[in-house]
């Protein structure tokens, strides 16, 4: 009964998705965000759209793992990462400030083509790696509610995607936003039900999940907090989904929508993270990414509003992913016309493609968050040499600074060969991702340093 309630509860949800996206679409709603009358998404549209696209079903699900190995010190260090809407929000002022409405504008302001390019490859793996994660999760789902046809795991993977497309398609980031909004809405509900019949149960006790080491010890936890604040300011600027509703609504609202989106965002990774925590505290036994945990330590009903929560959470990051994809393809890359049909069929490609990825095999689901986090630490010295402090970067440091995140990203994602470990700590993979992050940022910034000259004085001289 339990595994029919969750279906048909998210199949419902489904359908409202497809019944509230937008009947009419013009170019400016499909990849700029507008409404049917032309008018710029408001403050809480924005809002829910960045908390739900945030909170996704991977990142609920890395906050349970963490808070169930590493306790609350772990939960801390995955919510650190949320401090991107402060960073992203600041990084997205200053951008605004100089006339860029994009990323892409400052940099090919900066570096030309070479630098729009190495940008845009990084928030195109990006994109892939969100639809990738959230398909898996769905299947994760699927296989721990439904053990018998787990075999139809693929399946229910491909279908979940074809009908996010689906919405997708028709309305591009207008559909996403207006999507976002009754997702989060139900998600709250569903979550917060949840989450208040936690903390209500007998055997909870806050002192204990406060100071919980988790299963493995704290230490890890710690070493995962310092990565997170290595990362936390390029983090949102790689982030396509992000930084495209930076750029949508006058200055005003897109301050307080990032600032909003903080505080709820964070809350939410912190409560989810409690269940994880909760689990290692009852001594439970960790199985299938802690969705078998749950079934078996929680009232079928509270599990039942874990899994819809997750469900949802996945879904809305599906179509945010999708609309960016055509925004991406379309706008900067121009690989297709500036039309519904081209944004339509670029979505259609990144969506196949991210299905594929699927059949990889690979389900660790933070390996995909440090390996693009990694990637994108070339933008930290770029970032606050060239914008915050106004500096002329030549071409050559910035590709410095883009070659040693990626050697970086890469390390860290084949740690496990012999080569590539001989150059690592001999340590946990998080020890070894903080050194790789530490090394990743003192090549960029030597190299964006040793590159930059004052504009004032290159004015001058000119």
Not at 1 to 24: D, E, N
Not at 362 to 380: E, H, I, P, Y
Request: charged letters at 10%; hydrophobic letters at 55%.
């Amino acid at each position: 009964m339990q595994p029919v309630l969750i279906i048909v509860i998210f199949a419902a949800i489904m359908l409202a998705s497809l019944y509230i996206a937008p009947r009419r679409v013009t170019e400016q709603s499909f990849f700029g965000g507008a409404n049917a009358d032309g008018q710029a998404p408001g403050l809480w549209t924005l809002v829910l759209s960045q908390v739900t696209t945030w909170i996704f079903a991977r990142s609920l699900m890395n906050a349970a793992i963490l808070g169930y190995y590493y306790g609350s010190v772990g939960v801390l260090a995955y919510a650190a990462y949320y401090g991107s809407f402060l960073t992203g929000g600041f990084v997205v002022a200053r951008l605004r400030a100089r006339g860029a409405g994009s990323v892409q504008d400052w940099l090919a302001d900066h570096f030309g083509t070479f630098g729009t390019l190495c940008y845009n490859l990084v928030i195109a793996l990006r994109l892939l790696s969100e639809i990738f994660a959230n398909l898996i999760v769905v299947g994760l789902i699927f296989a721990a509610i439904l053990p018998s046809f787990a075999a139809w795991e693929n399946t229910v993977m491909i279908a979940v995607g074809a009908l996010a497309l689906a919405y997708s398609l028709w309305g591009g980031l207008s559909a996403a936003l207006r999507t976002d909004v009754m997702q989060m809405a139900l998600f709250l509900v569903v979550f917060g039900a949840a989450f208040l019949a936690l903390i209500f149960s007998p055997g909870f006790d806050i002192a204990a999940t406060v100071t919980a080491a988790g299963t493995a010890g704290a230490y890890n936890g710690w070493v995962l907090l310092l990565v997170a604040f290595l990362q936390v300011f390029s983090y949102p600027v790689h982030d396509p989904v992000m930084m495209d509703r930076g750029f949508v609504a006058d200055e005003a609202t897109t301050k307080k929508s990032f600032v909003h989106a903080f505080w709820i965002s964070s809350l939410c990774i912190l409560a989810f993270g409690a269940f994880g925590i909760q689990a290692a505290l009852q001594g439970a036994a960790y199985e299938g990414q802690l969705i078998g945990t749950w079934s078996q330590m929680l009232p079928g009903w509270v599990f039942a509003a874990l899994m819809v929560s997750l469900l949802v959470s996945a879904l809305s990051t599906l179509d945010s992913a999708l609309s960016s994809a055509a925004r991406l393809a379309v706008e900067e890359l121009r690989l297709a016309p500036r039309s519904l049909m081209g944004g339509r069929l670029t979505m259609t490609g990144f969506a196949v493609l991210g299905a594929a990825l699927t059949l990889w095999g690979n389900q660790s689901l933070f390996d995909a968050v440090a390996v693009s986090g990694t990637a994108s630490m070339f933008l930290t010295p770029v970032l606050i040499v060239g914008l915050v402090m106004g500096r002329r970067i030549a071409p050559w440091a910035y590709g410095v600074s883009f070659a040693a995140a990626i050697l970086g990203a890469a390390g860290y994602f084949m740690r496990g060969n012999p080569v590539v470990a001989t150059l690592l700590y001999d340590g946990h993979k998080y020890e070894q991702l903080l050194q790789i992050c530490v090394v990743v940022l003192l090549v960029g910034f030597g190299a964006v340093l040793a590159g930059s000259t004052a504009r004032i004085a290159r004015m001058a001289d000119g």
